[in-house]
């Protein structure tokens, strides 16, 4: 694992409607624990966010994975909030099929951990006023 | 020369001459409401000397010259971000290299906050090897 201490997942300025994809970041190789933490600082307008953090498992250097994994999502809506949660590939994990951004809201697979994240939005109504959603985390090895 | 070669000869330089300062990036609102992603880096910083003092420059800004390495290994200021409409349509958009800093980002040296003004990568064979910037503040 080559990410140290807090990384970003980006600082997702939200405006209109529409999804907003965060780029893959890797150099999580072998970690067991990862913490996340979501935060909007909402400003004006909009009617909901979706915020899912995503893993993958089938990607290498330089090639993103075919198949990417929710394992969290978060709504948000028209006040700020933060939101923070912990995943472990320690725990046992019944057999899943991966979803890309249609996992259940408010919901989180726990035990999946691939070697890369990211995060992506599905934004409903248009937000104004510097809506920023903000993604970090902290990987453990 | 390779580009490996003259990224290693200038970190060479910067751990020598140079001091640490540090690059953030504030999306949205200010204040502490803010989200803000920092990289500590090695930077030269000097002032301009009076033949450079052309319009725009004034004798308090400082020019600052740092390497990509930290910028790269953190992976400041954060990864791309692309546009989709709901049924997954890529909305094309340019954002340039994301590894420069642009303005008003902060550069916080010896411990004070600055503005950066202005920013330049120089590339070598395509690759990133040198950055300059003009802060002010």
Known sequence: ?141 | MTPDAAVSMLNSQLAKHGEDIELIRTTGLTGPQAAAYGVICRAFVRGYSAEELIAGITQSDSKVILGPTEIEASGWPGPETARETTSGTPISSTTGDIRIPRKNDKAVIAGRQRNIEASVGLYMAGVLVRIEMRVAG
């Open chain 1, 1 to 141: 694992m080559t990410r140290n201490g807090i990384v970003s997942l980006g600082d997702f300025a939200i405006t209109a409607s529409g999804n907003y994809v965060g780029s893959w970041v890797t150099g999580f190789e072998g970690i067991l624990v990862i913490t996340a933490q979501l935060r909007l600082v909402y400003g004006s307008g909009g009617t909901t966010i979706k915020a899912y953090l995503q893993t993958g498992l089938d990607g290498s250097a330089g090639v993103d994975p075919v198949t990417p994994i929710d394992i969290w999502c978060r709504t948000f809506a028209t006040a700020s909030d933060v939101k923070d949660k912990n995943f472990s590939c320690l725990d046992a994990s019944s057999d899943i099929t991966p979803t890309d951004a249609t996992l259940t809201d408010n919901t989180a697979v726990d035990g999946i951990l691939g070697d890369r994240f990211r995060l992506k939005l599905v934004v409903a109504g248009t937000y104004g006023g510097s809506t920023v959603l903000s993604a970090r985390v902290h990987p453990k090895q």
